[in-house]
């Protein structure tokens, strides 16, 4: 594990931190390709070559002073002249003139006034912004004196653009689904003598300075910008060492689009980074291929095309820029509780950023720590979470082929790639994608219970397995938990049925490295205790469940004695109801007969293990949220344990 980690971390240092530009992503899953056709214990080998080694760390030292980025950028949202106002203290006068006109004349106050539900004396008077240009959490490893500097400025839209503000709770209006994309923004760029000879055509508003000296932020606003004529380009030629460029659009009406033609010279550092990187990679597949992988290797190329695929089908902007999250939604919260995060790290206010935006957690916990760390890797992008759901479909596949054979799983991965006639019980590639679309925490938590349950079973098939993850089972499943506290159930199973295999077969070293592993389980208690002196051990999230233990069993008996009127019984049949519609009786059957198979047959532990954890899980739905994507995980491990014995049961076997 050691090994492989350290070559994604030759690639990143190679690409360049953040990744985010869709090479970066092409990269990163050709690496996570190699991997997967890698030989155990090549990587290893592939270090006592001392010339190899000594030839990528060459290439790779060169690679990270080639530079990535060129150009800084400063960018802010404004939504009235109070915030006009803030922008002010940054952009020439005669700008801000331009810009107060097209905002009285373009600005749709009335789109406004409906997607926050306030009145227009409220937001006009309400200060939305603090500062002329705003924070990008693309910035935490950069040096520049605006929000962050990017590798490109050609963009025709605020999602080529990837204004990361946006996705902030600021902007949580309900009903901003149009709105949220509509928004006035402006955006400046500085570049410098390394950009000569390059040309800059333009569509919308925008204005240009040419400088011999660099100037600072308070002299930009005193610099005479000229507007950009229609149909003019700009040509940067070498009488000057800088150009600054200021466009705004007020609405996608009067939409901003802009284009530069490169000179040779960053055509050129652009192509040999990614040459460097591809020479590296070669390296790593002439010596490291393993022809016996090949099987691995379509596999996950299968998954990752799908999974791109499925993405570019949901909203483009996931791959080719930065999606913007609805009002009132979860994933708005998550994606800017993770960019508040980032900024109270690179401000040094580390209790703020352990904080995570909540004294005492109601919403998931984890995700707004997931959606940082993806932030820190791959800046204003989801390209993490991305890589995270091209993992599913293999896991998938490779639990089936423990449990079967090749040749089911392979069926099975066409099915829940292609052909998802199982979507309602969790098996549709499509469910994770729209849910990692909406920046909701399920894709990967299931990920990672999908990943503990396969190395679980790995385990139990060959208590001799020594691939490292099973060190980090323990810690794997309280980071599902984190994520999803719903998950315990199946987390807490799984852990216990793991610690009896290791003592059992007396793997002491496993058992305390997994018993220290998910001690972060408690992780939420000592958040809300330290930040809210609150004994919640996951979330207050009280008012999510719509039974206890009591009110369940007192509808149950209500029930038995005939008080159909019981308010409890009442709540009870509508759970039911929502739990298993009667269109899916399917469902029903299907649980009916894998508890009938697990009563009647003998069975490995596991399977009886993996039959706890389903009844836990629809425990868990029945006194909660019982639909939609918490049942998920569920329904998903009931199908699993249901192919299995269906199989079981065509061939005739009475051992599993």
């Not at 400025?153 to 994309?181: A, C, M, P, Q």
């Not at 039974?547 to 049949?573: P, Q, R, T």
């Not at 069975?603 to 918490?630: C, E, F, G, K, N």
Request: aromatic share 20%.
């Amino acid at each position: 594990m050691f090994f492989k980690l350290l070559f994604l971390l030759i690639i990143f240092l190679n690409l360049g931190i953040p990744l985010n530009d869709k090479f970066d992503l092409i990269f990163i899953f050709i690496g996570i390709l190699a991997l997967f056709s890698v030989k155990k214990d090549y990587l290893k080998k592939l270090l006592e070559k001392k010339f190899i080694v000594f030839s990528i760390f060459i290439l790779t030292m060169i690679n990270i002073f080639i530079p990535k980025f060129f150009y800084h950028e400063a960018h802010q949202v404004f939504l009235n002249f109070k915030d006009i106002n803030i922008i002010n203290q940054l952009l020439p006068d005669n700008i801000i003139y331009e810009l107060k006109n097209d905002f009285n004349e373009k600005f749709n106050q009335v789109k406004f006034e409906g997607a926050a539900e306030k009145k227009s004396s409220f937001l006009k008077n309400k200060k939305f912004i603090d500062k002329s240009f705003a924070y990008s959490v693309d910035s935490i490893f950069q040096d520049t004196h605006f929000s962050r500097k990017t590798s490109k400025i050609n963009f025709n839209s605020r999602e080529d653009l990837r204004i990361g503000t946006i996705n902030s709770l600021r902007y949580n209006f309900r009903y901003d689904k149009e709105f949220r994309r509509d928004m006035p923004y402006y955006v400046l760029f500085e570049l410098n003598k390394i950009s000569q000879n390059s040309k800059i055509c333009s569509k919308g508003e925008l204005y240009y300075y040419f400088s011999k000296n660099k100037i600072t932020l308070k002299d930009i606003k005193k610099s005479s910008f000229v507007k950009v004529n229609k149909n003019e380009c700009l040509n940067f030629n070498k009488n000057n060492d800088f150009l600054y460029l200021i466009g705004y659009s007020i609405n996608k009406n009067a939409n901003l689009e802009l284009k530069i033609n490169e000179n040779y010279t960053i055509i050129f550092l652009k192509f040999l980074k990614k040459f460097i990187l591809f020479i590296i990679l070669l390296i790593f597949y002439k010596y490291l291929f393993n022809k016996n992988s090949i099987s691995n290797l379509i596999i996950y190329f299968i998954s990752i095309t799908s999974t791109v695929l499925l993405t570019f089908i949901r909203d483009p902007s996931l791959i080719f820029g930065l999606r913007y999250y609805r009002g009132g939604a979860d994933g708005l919260l998550h994606y800017s509780f993770g960019r508040d995060i980032i900024e109270n790290i690179n401000s040094g206010n580390l209790l703020l950023a352990l904080r995570g935006g909540e004294d005492i957690y109601y919403y998931m916990p984890g995700m707004r720590y997931f959606s940082a760390l993806n932030n820190i890797m791959f800046g204003e992008t989801s390209y993490g979470y991305l890589v995270i759901c091209s993992l599913i479909p293999i896991i998938i596949y490779k639990i089936f082929e423990k449990i079967i054979n090749k040749k089911i799983a392979l069926i099975l991965l066409i099915s829940f790639i292609f052909f998802p006639i199982f979507e309602n019980m969790g098996f549709g590639h499509f469910n994770y994608i729209w849910q990692y679309a909406r920046h909701h925490a399920e894709s990967v938590a299931i990920m990672l219970i999908l990943f503990s349950f396969f190395v679980l079973l790995s385990f139990y098939q060959n208590t001799k397995y020594d691939n490292k993850s099973i060190y980090f089972l323990g810690f794997i499943l309280s980071l599902a938990v984190f994520l999803r506290p719903n998950f315990f159930p199946t987390s807490i199973i799984f852990i216990l049925f793991a610690f009896y295999l290791f003592i059992k077969f007396k793997k002491y070293e496993l058992f305390l490295f997994n018993s220290f592993g998910y001690l972060f389980i408690f992780l939420c208690l000592m958040h809300n205790y330290l930040f809210g002196n609150s004994y919640n051990f996951f979330t207050d999230s009280s008012v999510n469940f719509y039974l206890n233990l009591g009110s369940f069993l007192n509808g149950i008996f209500s029930f038995v004695v005939l008080d159909f009127m019981n308010e409890n019984l009442i709540i009870l049949k509508n759970q039911l109801f929502e739990w298993n519609p009667l269109y899916n009786i399917h469902r029903i059957i299907i649980l009916f007969f894998i508890s009938y198979i697990i009563i009647i047959k003998k069975h490995l532990y596991i399977y009886y293990i993996v039959y706890l954890t389903i009844i836990s899980q629809h425990a868990v739905l029945i006194l909660t949220h019982p639909s939609s994507r918490y049942a998920y995980l569920a329904w998903l491990l009931t199908f699993i344990l249901f192919i299995k014995f269906a199989h079981q049961l065509i061939n005739k076997k009475n051992e599993f």
